[in-house]
Each structure stands twice: as C-alpha cells, then as structure tokens.
T-cell receptor, first 110, second 113 residues
C-alpha cells in the first residue's frame, strides 16, 4: 500500500526565514513524487515534481530514497507563499492517480 | 489559460437522493479523474477514466458511484443514493496523457442533509 505522511498540519515562519515542509512516503516500487499547492480560494495546482528537478518560485525538493522523504524547501520565505501544501505520490500508473498527504498550512508572517 | 471547470460550486441534497456532479475538462485532455476530500481529511482518489471507460478505481468507488462522459466535453460523477458520509469536496482533474501533469478543478462542495 502506498502512503504519504506530512507530519506538520501547521507551519508558521517569518518573512525571509527558511522553510521546510516535511513529507515522508511509503511505497514498494519507484514512486513519482509531487508537491501541489492551494492558495486561498484557488484550485490545487502542481508546484513541482521530483523528476524534473527544477526550482519553482524558489522552492526545491529532493527525493531521498534512503529516508523515503521528499521535503520541500525554500531558503527565504515570502508572504505570498502562505498556502496549503500537499505532498503526493504516483505509483506510476498515471500522474493523475495520486495519493495525497494530509497537507501542511504554511503561514508566512510579515 | 484553459481550466478545468466544475459545476455547481456547492450542492445540497437530501439523503437518499441521486446527485450528479459535473466537470468540463481541458479540451485536449484525454485522462480524467475524480477525487474527494472529506472535511479535515486527505484528498482521496476515486476513479480515473480514459477512452470512455474506467481505468482505475479505489475502494471508495463502490456501486453507488458512476462516471460518464456523455457528450465529449462533460465528465460527470453520479452518486446514486447519497449518504451523510458522502458530504465532501469533490475535485475533478484532467491530463493530456498518463504521465503528464493533472490539472484540477475548483471543486464542488456536496452537503448531504
């Protein structure tokens, strides 16, 4: 069975501080990992995926297979980063069939 | 920019009634999905649909649920006889291919009373 765990429901930081949103997963095969973001009153949207190894809006995430983690990081948080962040896993059948974590609400204070 | 559109944004229905949630996927997308999120819980996969048939479904997607692409543009989720525990936010998503980004709709909040 596949599972995604985001241990923090809420995370608060001040503007300019580093931020790390934790994600751990459980999957027997080779997973595809994603971070989705939902800004206030907006739809879920893809932030980044591990296979593209890109930085989006200053965020990066590295897949650590040894620790089965895919933590999301940003060195200097901005107020506009305040949102709900979901870590998600695809077992490879399709990128649309996702197992989500419970989400972390990030609040960046001025 | 093209978007996945869901209607209605909020639906209230009586227990035992049938409800149809509607989605218009992005026009060149071929893969379609439904998810639900019960208040305070995770977003959960319900079903995926491709080439006019269900390709995968979860244990949640029992005989009370059905999906259809009736006219080449809409993608619907029907709940035959709603229960209180069907109250949730339902999200539709679509993607061009199996291994491309899934785009989500804004959701329909279903309240069963």
């Amino acid at each position: 069975a596949q599972r995604v765990t985001q241990p923090e429901k809420l995370l608060s930081v001040f503007k300019g501080a580093p931020v790390e949103l934790k994600c751990n997963y459980s999957y027997s095969g080779s997973p595809e990992l994603f971070w989705y973001v939902q800004y206030s009153r907006q739809r879920l949207q893809l932030l980044l995926r591990h296979i593209s190894r890109e930085s989006i809006k200053g965020f990066t995430a590295d897949l650590n297979k040894g620790e089965t983690s895919f933590h999301l990081k940003k060195p200097f948080a901005q107020e506009e980063d305040s949102a709900m962040y979901y870590c998600a896993l695809s077992g490879g059948t399709s990128y649309g069939k996702l197992t989500f974590g419970q989400g972390t609400i990030l609040t960046v204070h001025p | 920019e093209p978007e996945v559109t869901q209607t209605p944004s909020h639906q209230v229905t009586q227990m035992g009634q049938e409800v149809i949630l509607r989605c218009v996927p992005i026009s060149n997308h071929l893969y379609f999905y439904w998810y639900r999120q019960i208040l305070g819980q995770k977003v959960e996969f319900l079903v995926s649909f491709y080439n006019n048939e269900i390709s995968e479904k979860s244990e949640i997607f029992d005989d009370q649920f059905s999906v259809e692409r009736p006219d080449g543009s809409n993608f619907t989720l029907k709940i035959r006889s709603t229960k209180l525990e069907d109250s949730a936010m339902y999200f539709c998503a679509s993607s061009v291919g199996r291994h491309t980004e899934a785009f989500f709709g804004q959701g329909t909040r279903l309240t069963v009373v």
